[in-house]
């Protein structure tokens, strides 16, 4: 469950730019991030099956949450989690000046979970990043958590909202 206080983010570019039309005479700000993710993050907008972020003047990056279902042609389960975490680590680990912990399994009500935590350089800010990669069949679950490096050991919000994640 996504905090009340997050904004959803429509799945089309359309969406999106009618979203930050709408709220741009009440909420310029909030207006702009909008804007900015057609700008600078198209390909999240079609790419992630939910996405939202919680709005604070100021803030970059907006902690921000992003869902994706994987299909596969190859059944994971938890037995594959290791391969998976490694996997995706060693993606993660490609940006020049990142640093990326080693996988771990945690245990979601949903179903057991490899958990990825990274920070990225980019420009004078380091972004924090939690990627959670929940193996169902032909399905792999990606549930990413987005926030300035600093403050992502103070997010708790983040294991929280994943503790609800369910099977759709």
Do not use: C
């Amino acid at each position: 469950m996504i905090p009340s206080t997050w904004h959803l983010v429509p799945r089309t570019v359309a969406g999106v730019k009618a979203k930050a039309k709408a709220v741009k005479k009440t909420n310029p700000g909030l207006a702009t991030a909008f804007t900015n993710l057609v700008t600078y993050e198209p390909e999240n907008i079609t790419g992630f099956t939910l996405q939202a972020f919680l709005y604070s003047a100021g803030a970059y990056p907006e902690p921000e949450v992003l869902v994706n279902a994987v299909k596969t042609s190859k059944s994971y389960g938890a037995k594959d989690l290791t391969t998976l975490g490694d996997y995706f680590a060693n993606e993660m680990s490609g940006t020049k000046g990142s640093k990326v912990t080693v996988p771990k399994t945690v245990t979601l009500p949903a179903a057991k979970a490899s958990l990825i935590e990274s920070t990225v350089p980019d420009g004078d800010v380091t972004i924090g990043r939690e990627l959670y990669l929940i193996p169902d069949g032909k399905r792999v679950f990606e549930i990413e958590f987005v926030i300035d490096a600093s403050y992502l050991s103070k997010a708790t919000i983040f294991d929280s909202i994943a503790r609800t994640f369910q099977f759709a």
